[in-house]
C-alpha cells in the first residue's frame, strides 16, 4: 500500500505571495492532518479534516487555510506568506477510528524570501 | 489545551547502553501516545504506541510505559545501535473524541538520541 505522498517537495517563494501544498493520504485512509515543523517550534498542528470538513485547527492565523476533496485528497494554502512561514509543512493522514495510527508523508520544504 | 513536555532534549550514549525518554502531558482526556522516530531529511516515522488502558507495551528492543495517575509516559530502548541515532518524538492525543478527532497530535519538543559506536 503506498504511503502518504505531497507535492511539491520544495519550494520557494517571495513574502506576499501565496502557496498551495498538496497531500495524497494513504488508500483507506479519510482523516488528513496538517503539520508544521519548525527548529525552534518543533511540530505543531495545523488543522485536521475528514469527510471534507475542518474538524480540528490549530493555533495559525487565517492566513493558514485548507481543504479535502471526495476522494480524501487534501490541500493547505498560505496567503501573504511571512518569513516566519518557512517551514517543512507535513501531512499525514488516518483511518477514522479510536486509537488509529498516525502516518506521516515526507512533507513539503518552503521557503519564503 | 493540551501541553506536552518531553525530557532530555538530547541524549547521548555509547552502544549497547540504554536509553530512556520522558513526556508528561496535561490533558488527563488524552487517551493515545504514539512516539515517532525522525531521521535527519526523513518524515518522523511511527515505532511505537500505547493507549491509556495499557500500562506497557513492547516491541524487541522498544518499550513504552503510561503511568496515567501522573500523566507521564517513557519511551525505554534497550541494546542501542548507531542507528538508533535520530530525533525521538512523543505525542499525545484524545483519539476518537466525540467523534472528532483521529489525526490530532501535540508533540512534545524532541530529543536528540545520539549512539555511539
Known amino acids: 500500500k503506498a504511503g502518504v505522498t505531497q507535492t511539491p517537495r520544495y519550494l520557494i517563494k517571495t513574502r506576499g505571495q501565496q502557496v498551495t501544498l498538496s497531500c495524497s493520504p494513504i488508500?483507506?485512509?479519510?482523516?488528513v492532518s496538517w503539520y508544521q515543523q519548525t527548529p525552534g517550534q518543533g511540530l505543531q498542528f495545523l488543522f485536521e479534516y475528514f469527510s471534507e470538513t475542518q474538524r480540528n485547527k490549530g493555533n495559525f492565523p487565517g492566513r493558514f487555510s485548507g481543504r479535502q476533496f471526495s476522494n480524501s485528497r487534501s490541500e493547505m494554502n498560505v496567503s501573504t506568506l511571512e518569513l516566519g512561514d518557512s517551514a517543512l509543512y507535513l501531512c499525514a493522514s488516518s483511518l477514522v477510528a479510536s486509537y488509529s495510527d498516525v502516518f506521516f508523508g515526507p512533507g513539503t520544504r518552503l521557503t519564503v524570501l | 489545551g493540551e501541553n506536552v513536555e518531553q525530557h532530555p532534549s538530547t541524549l547521548s550514549v555509547q552502544e549497547g547502553d540504554s536509553a530512556v525518554i520522558k513526556c508528561t502531558y496535561s490533558d488527563s482526556a488524552s487517551n493515545y501516545f504514539p512516539w515517532y522516530k525522525q531521521e535527519l531529511g526523513k518524515r518522523p516515522q511511527l515505532i511505537i504506541d500505547?493507549?491509556?488502558?495499557?500500562g506497557e507495551k513492547k516491541d524487541q528492543r522498544i518499550a513504552v510505559t503510561l503511568n496515567k495517575t501522573a500523566k507521564h509516559f517513557s519511551l525505554h530502548i534497550t541494546e542501542t545501535q548507531p542507528e538508533d541515532s535520530a530525533v525521538y518524538f512523543c505525542?499525545?492525543?484524545?483519539?476518537?473524541?466525540?467523534?472528532?478527532?483521529?489525526?490530532?497530535?501535540?508533540f512534545g519538543q524532541g530529543t536528540i538520541l545520539t549512539v555511539h559506536p
Open positions: 505525542a499525545a492525543s484524545k483519539t476518537g473524541a466525540g467523534g472528532t478527532s483521529y489525526g490530532k497530535l501535540t
Open positions: 500505547i493507549r491509556s488502558n495499557v
Open positions: 488508500s483507506g485512509h479519510r482523516s
